[in-house]
């Protein structure tokens, strides 16, 4: 079982474009986690989806960001109109459909530089 | 709202000493507690967590519900035990996400 991968593992994008990051969860794992971690700071919460549904974006800002998990395929993170701000470390995580919450699987981070 | 606090950027000891990185929270139910490790180079991983009451790698964690802490400890610090630890926060509603302090650097030194 290879892990979570998580590419591009690092993504430079010009102020005004648009930022895809892709999640492909361990086999087996229905559920996928995206966080962001700005330099100095920990791990926030994005948002926690299933397959093709969101359960919870509250940690999602609510311009320009979006993000799914398609019955085939990875995960994406889409980031629109980029700006400094966005630059950032992006992780995933998924575990498995059963009730074992805590077991989140991480993957090792897209990290986007916003120029 | 939740929170997890870190007091502790950078933790400098040497091999053999005991080791604390602090950990303390706000949460109004029963939450879950757990420590995460990222070794250099390596991806974040779960190191343990308060329910299942293990030692890991010779790293104990108890949940001081009076004093909301979780503090992670070692008797006898290693080498290999340099990395940023992160304790982080599950609540008791069903909700999945995790909610995580700004991280503790432990450098042991030989």
């Known amino acids: 079982n290879a892990g979570v991968m998580q590419n591009p593992r690092h993504l430079v994008r010009r102020r005004g474009q648009e930022a895809r990051l892709r999640c492909s969860p361990m086999k087996g794992h229905s559920h996928v986690y995206w966080y962001r971690q700005l330099p100095e700071e920990g791990l926030k919460f994005m948002v926690y989806l299933q397959k093709e549904n969101i359960i919870d974006e509250s940690g999602m800002p609510k311009e320009r960001f979006s993000a799914e998990f398609p019955k085939e395929g990875p995960s994406i993170l889409r980031i629109q109109q980029v700006v400094r701000g966005d630059s950032a470390a992006y992780f995933c995580?998924?575990?498995?459909?059963?009730?074992?919450?805590?077991?989140?699987?991480f993957g090792p981070g897209t990290r986007l530089t916003v120029t | 709202a939740q929170r997890v606090t870190q007091p502790e950027k950078l933790l400098s000891v040497f091999k053999g000493a005991p080791v604390e990185l602090k950990c303390n929270y706000s949460?109004?139910?029963?939450?879950?507690l757990f420590w995460y490790v990222q070794y250099s180079r390596q991806r974040l991983q779960l190191l343990l967590r308060h329910i299942s009451r293990e030692s890991i790698k010779g790293f104990t964690a108890d949940l001081n519900k009076g004093e909301t802490s979780f503090h992670l400890k070692k008797p006898f610090a290693q080498e290999e035990d340099s990395a940023m630890y992160y304790c982080a926060l599950s609540s008791d509603t069903g909700r999945r996400a995790l909610t995580f302090g700004s991280g503790t650097r432990l450098q042991v030194q030989p």
């Open positions: 995580a998924s575990s498995p459909p059963v009730r074992s919450f805590y077991e989140q699987y």
């Open positions: 949460y109004s139910g029963s939450p879950e």
